[in-house]
């Protein structure tokens, strides 16, 4: 069964930091691209990051560019997203997900909530 299981999530002030990870099963984990969106309330779901299978070349959304680290781990089959500078517009549900690019096979988290406010 495959599962994708968001943790991290929380509430922290603008200018915080925050670390999410992805725990995943259930799949050949090094075989897939990861990626993290987020959807905020009343808005459509967005692209924030991604990392390619070997970990090799990430890509991120202009907004978090400078902010936001994406990493994977081949070997305890997680992804992360290191969030730094948070700002109030990153608050949003993350998603993690993952895809064989091509192939039209992909699998999304459940979602952690992030909120950033004073």
């Known amino acids: 069964q495959v599962q994708l299981m968001e943790s991290g999530g929380g509430l922290v002030q603008p200018g915080g930091s925050l670390r999410l990870s992805c725990a995943t099963s259930?799949?050949?984990?090094?075989?897939?691209?990861m990626k993290w969106y987020r959807q905020a309330p009343g808005k459509e779901r967005e692209f924030v990051a991604g990392?390619?299978?070997?970990?090799?070349?990430?890509r991120y959304a202009e907004s978090v560019k400078g902010r936001f680290t994406i990493s994977r781990d081949n070997v305890r089959k997680t992804a992360s997203l290191q969030m730094n500078s948070l700002k109030l517009e990153d608050t949003a549900v993350y998603y993690c997900?993952?895809?064989?690019?091509?192939?039209?096979?992909?699998?999304w988290g459940q979602g952690t909530q992030v909120t950033v406010s004073s």
């Open positions: 997900k993952a895809e064989v690019v091509g192939q039209n096979i992909e699998y």
């Open positions: 259930g799949f050949t984990f090094h075989y897939y691209v």
């Open positions: 990392v390619t299978k070997d970990g090799g070349v990430k």
